[in-house]
């Protein structure tokens, strides 16, 4: 599918002066397809799930099924029912967390760049439970350090429990080496979480080949509706853990005294199901489906050289993360010295129809570490974004950046 022509897909960036769109790490656009598809629910069969037998329930069932094949043959799962429906990411990593039921002294692992989502579950824990978190030092251009990973790792010895990581920063846009990184866990008897927010939409996700246990995203940042997300396990390893929404739909038996819960991914989702963002989830991987994914981080990483050489050298502005564009895939996070980072923003969008994030990125530990109170300025571009649109950005970004430090 061509990446250009498919601008027409989506209702924001049709007609003569669409913005330009740089906060695709934060959500991205949704096309006509998923719009579509959610509307449909609500319009056709705006029913509960597994709950009846009319013909608009067993309708809606079978939605959750395809969407459920769909996921698991996108991201290479062994069954559909390694499939976990949750509300986002942060969900998805919360339940491994809390659903582990770690003891004193366990440890676990994550690097110094942590999405809040994969870093405060496990400081409660630590706080509540006395687990024993560690935080793996990155490089100093934030790519990972696996000679000293592989030492923690040793260190920990046979309390080593869990090993949890991004697999693309949301800061940086640095990717982690899974492959090399989950055989030194396998090594120490670790399971292997990793947070896919920022990979499933970028590049192709194989969790058989990954070796991992457990792999969270949101289908927010990849063409689908908010409040979607899902959690793939291991059958063996969603066997083992304790669900964290325990009610409708979990169980099997109940009594005054006790109760059976179902088998995954049952087990996990409580309460009545968002089944209009589950048709949407279906229609966003059909979507995303018909693109070659290399071609989309090419064309990511090209955009990105764009902006890289355009801002790298104007006054007071640092890049977060390795100086190649190549490392650090469609995002480019900018520390600036002279000129608040929130009216940066705010400048771009008022000027220029540029929307770009500002602030912490919910990593607030990397910042408090550096001793940053104002965050950074972060574009993150996608495969409907162009390279004229960018270059808007690095003109208008430049012009701000340049009035400004001239003023004073």
């Known amino acids: ?213 457990f792999f969270a995203c949101s289908i927010h940042k990849m063409l689908g509706p908010s409040g979607m997300g899902v959690l793939w396990g291991k059958e063996e390893a969603l066997g083992k853990l304790q669900t964290i929404m325990p009610g409708g739909s979990t169980v099997s038996e109940v009594t005054y005294t006790g109760m059976s819960y179902l088998d995954p991914p049952a087990r996990f989702e409580g309460g009545l199901g968002n089944y209009a963002g589950i048709f949407g989830t279906t229609a966003a991987i059909e979507y995303l489906s018909r693109f070659e994914v290399d071609e989309i981080h090419q064309h990511e990483v090209a955009l990105n050289r764009i902006i890289t050489d355009g801002v790298r050298d104007l006054p007071g502005i640092d890049i977060i993360g390795p100086e190649d564009a190549a490392l650090r895939g469609g995002i480019t996070s900018m520390l600036s010295e002279q000129v608040d980072v929130h009216d940066l923003a705010m400048l771009l969008d008022e000027t220029a129809s540029c929307m770009l994030r500002s602030g912490m990125h919910c990593v607030h530990s990397w910042f408090a570490a550096k001793g940053i109170s104002s965050g950074s300025l972060r574009s993150s571009v996608y495969f409907y974004n162009t390279e004229e649109e960018v270059r808007t950005f690095v003109d208008s970004f430049s012009d701000i950046v340049n009035t400004l430090c001239a003023a004073g």
């Open 1 to 213: 599918m061509d990446l250009r022509s498919s601008r027409e897909d989506f209702p924001l960036l049709r007609g003569e002066a669409p913005p330009v769109y740089l906060d695709n790490a934060c959500v991205t656009m949704r096309p006509d397809s998923v719009i579509g598809a959610v509307e449909r629910y609500y319009t056709q069969t705006p029913a509960c799930a597994g709950r009846s037998v009319h013909r608009l329930s067993t309708a809606v069932s079978r939605e959750m099924a395809r969407a459920r094949h769909s996921l698991a043959t996108f991201f290479n799962a062994e069954s559909p029912s390694e499939i976990v429906f949750t509300r986002n990411a942060t969900h998805s990593l919360t339940q491994v967390a809390y659903g582990l039921e770690l003891e004193a002294g366990d440890v676990v692992l994550t690097t110094d760049r942590e999405h809040n989502s994969n870093l405060v579950p496990w400081l409660q824990l630590e706080r509540d439970r006395g687990i024993d978190h560690r935080v793996v030092p990155s490089h100093a251009d934030n790519t990972f350090d696996v000679e000293v990973f592989e030492e923690m790792c040793s260190q920990a010895g046979d309390r080593l429990a869990v090993v949890s990581l991004n697999h693309v920063g949301n800061l940086d846009g640095v990717s982690l080496p899974m492959k090399e990184i989950t055989s030194i866990a396998k090594d120490q008897g670790a399971l292997v979480c990793l947070d896919g927010a920022q990979s499933a939409p970028h590049m192709r996700i194989d969790v058989a080949d990954l070796g991992i246990d």
